[in-house]
Protein backbone atom coordinates (compact mmCIF):
# COMPACT_ATOMS: atom_id res chain seq x y z
CA UNK A 1 0.00 0.00 0.00
CA UNK A 2 2.81 2.07 0.86
CA UNK A 3 5.02 2.11 -2.18
CA UNK A 4 1.85 2.80 -4.61
CA UNK A 5 1.73 6.90 -2.51
CA UNK A 6 3.72 8.77 -4.92
CA UNK A 7 5.22 12.08 -2.51
CA UNK A 8 5.31 14.38 -5.82
CA UNK A 9 2.92 16.47 -6.31
CA UNK A 10 0.16 15.40 -9.27
CA UNK A 11 -1.84 18.61 -9.33
CA UNK A 12 -1.26 20.90 -12.98
CA UNK A 13 0.39 23.75 -12.01
CA UNK A 14 -1.76 26.75 -12.78
CA UNK A 15 -0.89 29.27 -15.67
CA UNK A 16 0.43 32.94 -13.92
CA UNK A 17 0.10 35.00 -16.94
CA UNK A 18 0.10 38.60 -17.11
CA UNK A 19 -3.98 38.72 -18.55
CA UNK A 20 -5.10 36.51 -16.01
CA UNK A 21 -3.64 38.62 -13.20
CA UNK A 22 -5.22 41.79 -15.23
CA UNK A 23 -8.92 40.21 -15.56
CA UNK A 24 -8.37 39.29 -11.50
CA UNK A 25 -7.62 42.55 -10.04
CA UNK A 26 -10.17 43.89 -11.98
CA UNK A 27 -12.58 41.40 -10.78
CA UNK A 28 -11.65 42.39 -7.63
CA UNK A 29 -11.33 46.12 -8.22
CA UNK A 30 -15.06 46.16 -9.65
CA UNK A 31 -16.56 44.00 -6.60
CA UNK A 32 -14.81 46.07 -3.97
CA UNK A 33 -16.61 49.18 -5.56
CA UNK A 34 -19.66 48.26 -5.33
CA UNK A 35 -19.33 46.66 -2.21
CA UNK A 36 -18.50 50.38 -1.34
CA UNK A 37 -21.23 51.86 -3.10
CA UNK A 38 -23.35 49.30 -1.46
CA UNK A 39 -22.30 50.20 2.26
CA UNK A 40 -22.78 53.93 1.38
CA UNK A 41 -26.58 52.77 -0.08
CA UNK A 42 -27.29 51.19 3.35
CA UNK A 43 -25.66 53.45 5.64
CA UNK A 44 -26.31 56.79 4.19
CA UNK A 45 -28.80 58.20 7.20
CA UNK A 46 -26.31 57.84 9.55
CA UNK A 47 -23.28 58.81 7.05
CA UNK A 48 -25.51 62.09 6.34
CA UNK A 49 -26.23 62.72 10.22
CA UNK A 50 -22.34 61.88 11.16
CA UNK A 51 -20.59 64.06 8.64
CA UNK A 52 -23.16 66.71 7.34
CA UNK A 53 -20.66 67.63 4.14
CA UNK A 54 -21.22 64.17 2.66
CA UNK A 55 -25.25 65.29 2.39
CA UNK A 56 -25.39 66.94 -1.09
CA UNK A 57 -23.46 64.25 -2.77
CA UNK A 58 -25.65 61.69 -1.33
CA UNK A 59 -28.64 63.59 -2.22
CA UNK A 60 -27.33 63.40 -5.84
CA UNK A 61 -26.58 59.82 -5.57
CA UNK A 62 -30.23 59.01 -4.03
CA UNK A 63 -32.03 61.05 -7.06
CA UNK A 64 -31.31 58.34 -9.78
CA UNK A 65 -32.04 55.31 -7.05
CA UNK A 66 -35.38 57.29 -5.76
CA UNK A 67 -34.22 56.79 -2.11
CA UNK A 68 -34.15 59.49 0.37
CA UNK A 69 -31.86 60.63 3.50
CA UNK A 70 -33.87 60.85 6.47
CA UNK A 71 -33.15 62.14 10.32
CA UNK A 72 -31.60 59.09 12.09
CA UNK A 73 -34.45 57.15 14.26
CA UNK A 74 -32.29 56.55 17.15
CA UNK A 75 -34.91 56.13 20.12
CA UNK A 76 -31.83 55.20 22.60
CA UNK A 77 -31.09 58.71 22.34
CA UNK A 78 -34.07 60.10 23.32
CA UNK A 79 -36.03 60.72 25.96
CA UNK A 80 -39.40 62.48 27.62
CA UNK A 81 -39.45 64.51 31.31
CA UNK A 82 -41.62 66.29 33.47
CA UNK A 83 -44.73 65.34 31.80
CA UNK A 84 -47.62 66.99 33.41
CA UNK A 85 -51.74 66.81 32.46
CA UNK A 86 -53.87 69.51 33.94
CA UNK A 87 -57.26 70.73 33.31
CA UNK A 88 -58.08 73.12 30.99
CA UNK A 89 -59.00 76.40 32.72
CA UNK A 90 -61.89 77.80 30.45
CA UNK A 91 -62.88 74.98 28.71
CA UNK A 92 -65.10 71.95 30.23
CA UNK A 93 -63.64 68.86 29.43
CA UNK A 94 -60.44 69.69 28.03
CA UNK A 95 -57.03 68.76 29.74
CA UNK A 96 -53.81 69.94 28.56
CA UNK A 97 -50.83 67.56 28.67
CA UNK A 98 -47.21 69.14 28.57
CA UNK A 99 -43.88 67.52 28.64
CA UNK A 100 -40.11 67.88 27.20
CA UNK A 101 -38.63 65.72 24.87
CA UNK A 102 -34.67 65.74 25.22
CA UNK A 103 -31.97 64.50 22.28
CA UNK A 104 -29.15 63.15 24.25
CA UNK A 105 -27.14 62.14 20.94
CA UNK A 106 -24.46 63.61 19.15
CA UNK A 107 -26.58 64.30 16.14
CA UNK A 108 -29.78 64.89 14.93
CA UNK A 109 -33.13 62.45 16.25
CA UNK A 110 -36.27 62.23 14.13
CA UNK A 111 -39.25 63.50 16.16
CA UNK A 112 -40.78 60.55 17.65
CA UNK A 113 -44.70 59.55 17.99
CA UNK A 114 -45.82 60.35 21.88
CA UNK A 115 -48.49 57.77 23.02
CA UNK A 116 -50.06 58.91 25.96
CA UNK A 117 -52.17 56.47 28.04
CA UNK A 118 -54.87 57.92 30.36
CA UNK A 119 -55.53 55.90 33.53
CA UNK A 120 -58.98 55.40 35.78
CA UNK A 121 -58.08 55.36 39.71
CA UNK A 122 -57.62 51.07 39.33
CA UNK A 123 -54.81 52.20 36.83
CA UNK A 124 -56.70 50.89 34.12
CA UNK A 125 -56.58 52.41 30.61
CA UNK A 126 -59.70 54.93 29.39
CA UNK A 127 -57.96 56.83 26.76
CA UNK A 128 -54.90 55.65 24.42
CA UNK A 129 -54.04 58.63 22.46
CA UNK A 130 -50.65 58.34 19.55
CA UNK A 131 -49.53 61.55 18.46
CA UNK A 132 -47.97 62.56 15.83
CA UNK A 133 -45.24 65.26 15.83
CA UNK A 134 -47.21 67.97 13.79
CA UNK A 135 -49.48 67.10 17.36
CA UNK A 136 -47.55 67.93 19.99
CA UNK A 137 -44.96 70.78 18.61
CA UNK A 138 -45.52 74.51 17.84
CA UNK A 139 -46.24 75.18 14.66
CA UNK A 140 -43.01 76.88 14.01
CA UNK A 141 -40.66 73.80 14.40
CA UNK A 142 -39.64 72.26 11.33
CA UNK A 143 -40.58 68.65 11.75
CA UNK A 144 -38.48 67.26 9.27
CA UNK A 145 -35.24 68.96 10.57
CA UNK A 146 -35.55 66.99 13.76
CA UNK A 147 -34.55 67.52 17.16
CA UNK A 148 -30.85 68.98 16.76
CA UNK A 149 -28.16 66.74 19.59
CA UNK A 150 -28.31 67.76 23.12
CA UNK A 151 -31.35 69.88 22.86
CA UNK A 152 -34.78 70.06 24.39
CA UNK A 153 -38.69 70.60 23.26
CA UNK A 154 -41.34 71.52 24.51
CA UNK A 155 -44.67 69.30 24.22
CA UNK A 156 -47.85 70.47 24.40
CA UNK A 157 -51.18 69.32 23.13
CA UNK A 158 -55.35 69.38 24.07
CA UNK A 159 -57.14 66.55 25.00
CA UNK A 160 -61.10 66.17 25.03
CA UNK A 161 -61.82 63.82 27.51
CA UNK A 162 -64.02 62.71 30.61
CA UNK A 163 -61.58 64.38 33.40
CA UNK A 164 -64.02 62.58 35.82
CA UNK A 165 -62.55 59.22 34.26
CA UNK A 166 -59.09 59.93 34.22
CA UNK A 167 -57.09 59.63 37.25
CA UNK A 168 -54.06 59.29 36.43
CA UNK A 169 -51.58 58.41 32.96
CA UNK A 170 -48.83 57.28 31.28
CA UNK A 171 -46.52 58.34 28.35
CA UNK A 172 -44.03 56.77 25.96
CA UNK A 173 -42.02 57.79 22.55
CA UNK A 174 -42.13 55.78 19.73
CA UNK A 175 -41.10 55.13 15.79
Known amino acids: FL ?9 PVPVKSAASQRVFLALAGTLLLLLGLQI ?10 TYPQTKPLLLALCKPLHCDISVPHDIAQLTIDDADIQEHKERQGVLIF ?7 GSVAQAYPKVE ?9 PV ?3 TLAPSEYLPAAVKVADGLAPQQEQAVKTLLGVDEKLVTGFRVAIAY
Open 3 to 11: RDISLADER
Open 40 to 49: TYFSRTSLAA
Open 98 to 104: SSVLMNH
Open 116 to 124: LTLTNTADE
Open 127 to 129: LRK
